[in-house]
């Protein structure tokens, strides 16, 4: 909401050094008019009176637009299992990621409504494990292999939502976020070959809008976020190869996403999300980045299944398909979402 939330959730730590997305996840909310109870996951009812609405998980990772009812609160783990097939190179080509890497992240995300038409929810990566395997860089013992787990990153975020569904009118929801380095993101261990880094390091605020519209059959949805980072110090080397501390200043990107859900019975929902992170090439605020430029698109298809009114749960599997400065990676993700 997960991972990131990104926040679709690629790994933190990667194989060669990149801006990936945040881990931004999907949010569970139901529908602000009254007179509609809340359905299971982020289902909600835009429909005229008497026509049937479909209620449904919401995307896994494309972050919804209809907000929580005042009062309500629910509880959202995910868990995603990330391996890197490829790196993309700085020519969009796929090259060796020069050994076999892998990531385990546990997400828990909470959504409350504050009051009518405001959310707020947090996401934490409470465990993120990385494993490394048969690196072509062996460390400086030797090491061709290792692992590290610890905590994540954690993303506030709040949403206020302008608009109600109507015939035409999408619902329109303003999102504003900030990611706190949480998680480990200096101070390696160069014998744990890159795996002991699970956060980012820098504070990132998150601007933008999330749509949402019924348009029969489908339930679609779209994510349009603009991302800043703080400078932040992490591990470097000096011309001579003296380990040192080395600020970064992030480069900003705009975080694109999009979702449609197609209900098969009323039970189960299939899913189909695009998820993007692009490079804007300048800086609206900050200090003059020193990253290279970092882009990734990636797709996934899904299922949903509503169990019953209160829990839900998806099933989907990302696929990075085009980046540049980057890890390729295929990611099966499962969540739940259990709605009090």
């Known amino acids: 909401m997960i991972l990131l939330n990104l926040l679709w959730c690629p790994p933190t730590w990667s194989a060669q050094p990149s801006e990936k997305s945040p881990t931004v996840g999907s949010d569970e909310t139901t529908s602000t008019e009254p ?14 009176p008497g026509e049937a609405c479909p209620t449904t998980f919401g995307p896994i990772i494309t972050d919804t637009a209809a907000v929580i009812e005042k009062g309500k609160f629910s509880l959202q783990p995910t868990w995603e299992y990330s391996i890197v097939t490829n790196s993309f190179s700085s020519s969009w080509r796929r090259v060796s990621a020069g050994g076999d890497y892998a990531s385990f992240n546990q997400y828990v995300k909470l959504t409350y409504g504050l009051w009518d ?17 048969r690196v072509n860089e062996p460390g400086p013992r030797g090491e061709t292999s290792a692992d590290f787990g610890s905590i994540g990153d954690t993303l506030l975020v709040l949403k206020y939502q302008f608009t109600q569904e109507g015939p035409i009118m999408p619902i329109i929801t303003g999102y504003f976020g900030t990611e706190f380095p949480t998680g480990h993101y200096r101070h390696f261990n160069p014998g744990r070959l890159g795996t002991d880094q699970t956060g980012e390091g820098a504070y990132r605020f998150y601007l933008g809008a999330n749509l949402q519209k019924y348009l029969e059959p489908f339930i679609v949805y779209g994510n349009i976020w603009y991302r800043i980072g703080t400078s932040y110090k ?3 080397e000096d011309s001579l190869g003296n380990p040192i501390q080395v600020r970064v200043h992030p480069r900003n990107s705009v975080v694109i996403n999009l979702a449609a859900e197609y209900p098969l019975t009323k039970k189960w929902v299939a899913l189909l999300e ?6 804007t090439g300048f800086q609206l605020t900050g200090s003059r980045f020193n990253q290279p430029a970092g882009s990734l ?11 019953t009114e209160k829990l839900s749960m998806a099933l989907g599997l990302y696929v990075d398909v085009i980046g540049k400065n980057n890890d390729a990676t295929v990611t099966p993700i499962f969540s739940l979402v259990y709605a009090f």
Do not use: K
């Not at 405001?118 to 465990?127: A, G, Q, R």
């Not at 698109?297 to 169990?307: K, R, T």
């Open 35 to 48: 007179e509609r109870t809340a359905g299971p996951g982020q289902g909600f009812e835009v429909c005229e």
């Open 117 to 133: 038409n405001l959310e707020v929810f947090v996401e934490m990566v409470t465990y993120s494990h990385n494993w490394a395997r």
């Open 234 to 236: 992490t591990d470097g």
């Open 274 to 279: 695009v998820l993007s992170n692009w490079d």
């Open 297 to 307: 698109l990636a797709v996934s298809p899904g299922i949903e299944y509503m169990a």
